[in-house]
Nanobody, 128 residues
Framework: QVQLVESGGDTVQAGGSLRLSCVHS????????MAWFRQAPGKEREGVARIPIDGGTNYGVSVKGRFTISQDNAKNTLYLEMDSLKPEDTAMYYC??????????????????????WGQGTQVTVSS
């Protein structure tokens, strides 16, 4: 059974930093592409950052230069380092795995990212 478990969400002041973690298990083969998404109340879910199947990284326009995605394959863990946080970063953050479409790094538009498996989310709140 595939599981994705996020952690690290918290309440921080604007300008602060957080690191989110996502531990995955149950995959027969390590997923080649994983991603972070977020959803704020009343808004659609949006892609934040991902590791495409052909390597490298993609970032959403609103977080580029402030967030960094990485992974530790030995620990089956995906990370999201978030710096210079803004109140508009407040959202539930979700880990996703197994890309279904638009999986290579040429697809930079986060609206096109599609994934099969999802975690339960971890809440990030940024106060002004």
């Amino acid at each position: 059974q595939v599981q994705l478990v996020e952690s690290g969400g918290d309440t921080v002041q604007a300008g602060g930093s957080l690191r989110l973690s996502c531990v995955h298990s149950g995959f027969a083969f390590r997923p080649k592409s994983m991603a972070w998404f977020r959803q704020a109340p009343g808004k659609e879910r949006e892609g934040v950052a991902r590791i495409p199947i052909d390597g490298g990284t993609n970032y959403g326009v609103s977080v580029k230069g402030r967030f960094t995605i990485s992974q530790d394959n030995a620990k089956n863990t995906l990370y999201l380092e978030m710096d210079s946080l803004k109140p508009e970063d407040t959202a539930m953050y979700y880990c996703a795995a197994l890309c279904l479409a638009n999986c290579t790094r040429t697809y930079t538009n986060e609206r096109l990212w599609k994934y099969q498996y999802w975690g339960q989310g971890t809440q990030v709140t940024v106060s002004s």
